[in-house]
């Protein structure tokens, strides 16, 4: 039996699902670029995966349910389509938002899985929200290597400013913790 606040976050997944795979599918029919396309039909193929797996854990009938692996890497056809009317979005566009969908998807995950109470419910959404966030990977390296994203590497001086305050801690302090850590094995 699965309880009840489980059955209202899954609830709330399921609501949110159909839209944002619609959404991609229509990123889908608006780009040619054939590293974007691969990745939105992984993305997609996964949500699609998360909505077969909440409902069958939802089913009374079902004991178990295993999420199947992200799809390999397989060619896409671009759609015949083209462009959409009246659309604006780049691929640059479409890449930084179903990167932040898949993040977004994968902190949802995460986080629901941390109020859920039946194990393999709690399972089941830890492993969506890393399949989410391999996602939000491959959009990462593929706006690196497009040179859609910068991120600045932090100068020594930053970086040193940050440990800084923890060196400045009691030498006996740091000690004591580490005696008692050794006096006290957990084994």
Known sequence: MIKT????????HLSAHKPVIKRLELYKSMTQNQQILTILDKQITIMKN???????L???????????PVPASTFVQASNQGSVP???MSDKDIAMDAHF????MAK???NSSENMKTPQV????QEMALQQSSIAGMYEQLMKEMGLSKQPNATIEE????ITPLEAMPNNLMQNGNQQMNQNPMN
């Open 50 to 56: 998360h909505v077969q797996a909440m409902n069958q």
């Open 108 to 110: 949802e995950n995460f």
């Open 159 to 162: 970086q040193t400013s940050v």
């Open 58 to 68: 939802l089913d009374p009938n079902q004991s178990q349910v295993t999420l199947p």
């Open 5 to 12: 606040v489980d059955v209202g976050l899954m609830a709330n």
């Open 86 to 88: 009246n659309s604006n």
């Open 122 to 125: 709690k399972k089941s959404h």
């Open 101 to 104: 969908t898949a993040t977004s």
